[in-house]
């Protein structure tokens, strides 16, 4: 048995050793983002991390774990399971050995393989400058994305037209993006980043000094007492993300280790959404056992004001957009109308298997923020400044991490001191290396709000929710695994379209059977029940009814040699509710990939039927494309989609990506509506990308 073991790891080692960078980071990519179901899909963080990991593996005799859950592939209970191993086994000989740890399985070492590395020698933190740019990584991307069907916002007006009408765009309509970075191994990144939406202007109008959105970076990753410092932009993230966590985060997912965010305190922000991140300087400094994170902020975003004739010209923000887009009147308006000043403190203690950790953050607003007051937003915030405190901790002990945060805000409005608390609290239980457990409960008052946080919900934000989620998965054996959840919450306020407190549940089972290497085939289902106001209402009182969406897929991978794969999929969603007739939707997607070794090129293929009701009933489904571009489109209504990719290296240090794409539907006159409406029954899209790599 332990020289069958050896074998099956000596063919996961090959397979890996045979593929090349862009396919192992695509299929981590894709395994993640199958986690996700949105358009909004950005993992530029993620990827930078595989990139860098694939380039600079993890040495295992000297980690401390923390990069090691940087990779998003591993639970606490596993990375304190290896540094148990190595403090009472000694340093690790060879790879082999992670199959005696208790909570890997081969599937664990098989995902972490090409990012990880056993080596004796010791980093070397201390470099010069001439080292440092000899060894060092220059990357510029240059991406170009065209809009090929003409939309109703080009059309071409008057001055008069334009100038009072919010149905036109000033700009044109293509995309341009570009990046520059510099990084020397994990210990130096400086970087600079550029973008222009499409309908945006370009060196012209609103936006004269060329590009909609500028970011910049100088990131330093310190040794012993200075662990990291950056000026310019950064994300920041804080214990389970109650408080603070300016970037994405993992939710419900089929598998549920992901529960537990694991916090990266500090690091340099290189992606283009325009509000989830801060701008100033932040440094992590260290003495021991305990770390303290001082940042502090000041940006400009966009946001409506309106000036109040009743209290002498009082000017106060009524909305605020984030949205990130300047194309009309109204957006370019919106433009940097509000200033955001975030400071804060987070403090960590780390000793062993635990870590606690508190955390201070104000936010203020040189505008006092007052929207509109509905029923279901009277306990948002309103005012100019709202600070928040928390504390958070994770303990692991032998197979159990236990983990948790609460946080309490306040703020000021009409003399009157409001704001809520929000409490996280879970366990990841690892039976063994076949069988783990996930159990997290959270209660967020309706009066809790902070802006940039990414707890653990059904809901959109951190407030106004109660909830239970369990889940499991499991290693049946060599061939059979299931993977499912269980999700109870209740919301005990109002919310958007929801006009009294509601209930709700998630289910989901997955089973997956992989014989081999070469062929896996899982299937899933998934009941979602949420209670949503009934469209029966007479106008006067709103009854809340059940909407309930099953969704089942059926998902084939079949390799049939080291060059050409094949991946198949058929998902079918039901949604029904009482106001309405019932609803269906149906997809299947066909892909071929295709990665000849011996030739610069690679090659991927889709295409695509589906047959929805309606938007309701839309379903999401990833697709391969350039390097740091994101593709989870929403298939709905009725017709195909097919689109191509390839991706070309040459001289070395150029990789250039193309990838064509059409919607054609069968039931449509016009796509979209208002300034997005396209006629026809056909959508196109267009990703041309270089990079240059040095």
């Not at 199959?99 to 056993?118: C, G, M, R």
């Not at 009725?638 to 794409?661: C, E, N, P, T, V």
Request: charged share 20%.
């Amino acid at each position: 048995m332990k020289w069958g073991l050896v074998l099956v790891s000596l063919c996961f080692i090959h397979s890996f050793f045979s593929q090349d960078r862009s396919e192992i980071i695509q299929q981590r990519i894709e395994f993640i983002s199958e986690l996700y179901q949105s358009e909004e899909l950005d993992l530029t963080n993620v990827i930078d991390q595989l990139n860098f990991f694939f380039e600079n593996p993890i040495n295992l005799n000297t980690t401390d774990g923390e990069d090691l859950e940087q990779l998003y592939l591993l639970s606490t209970v596993q990375i304190n399971n290896l540094l148990l191993h190595r403090k009472t086994f000694g340093k690790f000989i060879s790879v082999y050995e992670l199959q005696s740890l208790k909570y890997w399985d081969l599937n664990t070492i098989q995902l972490v393989l090409p990012f990880i590395v056993i080596d004796n020698r010791l980093d070397n933190l201390h470099i010069t400058f001439k080292e440092a740019m000899k060894q060092g990584k220059f990357e510029l991307f240059l991406r170009y994305i065209p809009t090929v069907e003409r939309k109703k916002g080009y059309d071409k007006v008057s001055d008069s037209i334009q100038q009072t009408s919010n149905n036109y765009y000033y700009g044109n309509a293509d995309r341009y993006f570009t990046r520059f970075r510099y990084t020397y191994k994990s210990n130096i990144s400086v970087g600079f980043t550029g973008e222009k939406d499409a309908g945006e202007q370009f060196f012209r109008g609103a936006q004269k000094s060329g590009f909609d959105f500028y970011s910049a970076h100088a990131f330093f990753k310190g040794g012993k007492y200075l662990r990291s410092a950056v000026i310019g932009d950064y994300q920041i993230q804080i214990g389970q993300g109650l408080n603070l966590w300016s970037s994405y985060a993992f939710g419900k997912t089929a598998d549920c280790s992901t529960i537990k965010k694991t916090a990266n305190p500090l690091k340099a922000y290189t992606s283009v959404d325009e509000n989830r991140f801060l701008r100033g300087a932040a440094v992590d400094l260290s003495y021991k056992d305990l770390s303290l994170l001082l940042f502090a902020s000041r940006k400009k975003v966009d946001a409506a004001s309106i000036a109040d004739s009743s209290f002498d010209d009082l000017e106060f923000i009524s909305t605020i957009d984030l949205s990130g887009l300047h194309r009309t009147n109204r957006e370019i308006a919106k433009r940097n109308g509000l200033i955001e000043t975030i400071t804060g403190a987070n403090l960590r203690y780390s000793i062993g298997a635990l870590r606690i950790g508190s955390a201070f953050v104000f936010q203020g607003y040189d505008k006092p923020y007052i929207k509109a007051t509905q029923l279901y937003n009277q306990y948002d915030f309103r005012g100019k400044s709202n600070i928040s405190f928390s504390g958070d901790f994770s303990y692991v002990y032998r197979n159990v991490n236990l983990f948790g945060e609460i946080s309490k805000n306040h703020f000021n409005y009409n003399n009157q001191k409001q704001g809520g608390l929000a409490a996280v609290l879970g366990a990841l239980i690892s039976v063994d290396s076949r069988a783990t457990i996930g159990i997290i409960y959270r209660n967020y008052s309706k009066d809790y709000q902070t802006f940039y946080n990414a707890g653990f919900s059904e809901g959109s934000n951190t407030q106004n929710e109660k909830g239970l989620f369990t889940g499991i998965k499991l290693k049946l054996n060599s061939k059979w695994s299931v993977n499912g959840y269980t999700d109870m919450f209740q919301f005990p306020w109002m919310k958007y379209l929801v006009d009294a407190p509601s209930k709700g549940h998630e289910f989901l089972i997955q089973p997956t059977y992989k014989p081999n290497k070469i062929f896996e085939v899982y299937g899933r289902f998934r009941q979602q029940l949420r209670q949503r106001n009934s469209r029966d209402s007479d106008g006067t009182v709103t009854e809340l009814e059940d909407v309930m969406q099953r969704n089942y897929r059926l998902n084939l991978s079949y390799t049939v040699n080291e060059f050409f794969t094949l991946k198949t999929r058929l998902e079918y969603v039901t949604i029904h509710r009482k106001s309405n007739t019932p609803e269906k939707g149906m997809l299947f997607t066909q892909d071929f990939i295709y990665r000849p070794k011996s030739l610069p090129v690679d090659l991927a293929l889709r295409y695509a039927l589906f047959d929805t009701d309606s938007y309701d009933s839309r379903i999401y489904s990833f697709e391969n494309t350039a390097l740091y571009t994101f593709a989870i489109p929403a298939y709905y209504y009725q017709g195909s989609r097919a689109y191509a990719l390839i991706r070309y290296s040459f001289a070395r240090h150029f990789d250039l990506w193309f990838k064509y794409g059409v919607f054609l539907y069968n039931n449509r006159n016009t796509i979209s509506s208002g300034a997005e409406e396209i006629q026809g029954s056909r959508k196109s899209d267009i990703v041309l990308q270089l990079r240059i790599s040095l």
